[in-house]
């Protein structure tokens, strides 16, 4: 079975700090989803990797795949309250295998 | 089209009781999926169809839950004497066939079973 675990559980951070959010696997996967989730409300696709050591920005959002693609990275820069939610990542493992997702971290941004 | 729709919202049920979900994909994706989620929980894979197959179930998927896509369109996720052990969001993604696509998930059906 595939786990993606990711760290930290929780972070609570004041408005305008950095932060980087990971998520790690001792499998491979072909691709890495990451989503954003508001309580009461579905998953929200953020980004997916693809390449193995690939960046892609959206804004003030970094991630990145790890060279491996075992791994996975989120960095928020000068993060603001409409950040806050829940940050899921998800593994996808070629085209006839369901997602796999960690547990996601639980961002709070203080004003 | 306006994304992945999923009904109701919420559901209130006695124990026991059966209760029904229902989800409408995006219309020209064939793959739909059907995810358990608890509080401070990531999704679990509970179900996957392409087309009208149901070609993946997880273990979690008990005798007591039952998904259909009879024409390869909407989905229905049926879940019979439920338990309160049920009550969970109950989310519903599609996709397009093929390596790496795109998930996209509905708003989810909060259940509560009392």
């Known amino acids: 079975t595939q786990l993606l675990e990711q760290s930290p559980q929780f972070l609570s951070i004041q408005e305008g700090e950095n932060l980087t959010v990971y998520c790690n696997s001792s499998?491979?996967?072909?691709?890495l989803q990451w989503y954003r989730q508001e309580p009461g409300e579905g998953p929200v696709l953020l980004v997916t990797v693809v390449t193995g050591g690939e960046v892609k920005k959206l804004k003030r959002l970094t991630f990145q795949f790890g060279d491996a693609r075992k791994d996975s990275s989120l960095h928020i820069t000068a993060a603001q309250p409409g950040d806050t939610g829940l940050y899921l990542c998800?593994?996808?493992?070629?085209?006839?295998?369901?997602?796999?997702f960690g547990k996601g971290t639980r961002l709070s941004v203080i004003a | 089209d306006t994304g992945v729709s999923q009904n109701p919202r919420h559901k209130i049920t006695k124990r026991g009781q059966n209760v029904t979900f229902r989800c409408d994909p995006i219309s020209e994706h064939n793959r739909l999926y059907w995810y358990r989620q608890t509080l401070g929980q990531g999704p679990e894979f509970l179900t996957y169809f392409q087309n009208e197959a149901q070609l993946e179930k997880s273990r979690l998927l008990s005798d007591r839950f039952s998904a259909e896509r009879p024409k390869g369109s909407f989905s229905t996720l049926e879940i019979q004497r439920t338990e309160q052990g049920d009550s969970a969001m109950y989310l519903c993604a599609s996709s397009k066939t093929g390596v790496d696509t795109e998930a996209f998930f509905g708003q989810g059906t909060r259940l509560t079973v009392v």
């Open positions: 998800a593994g996808a493992n070629g085209g006839n295998t369901p997602l796999v």
């Open positions: 499998s491979v996967f072909s691709s």
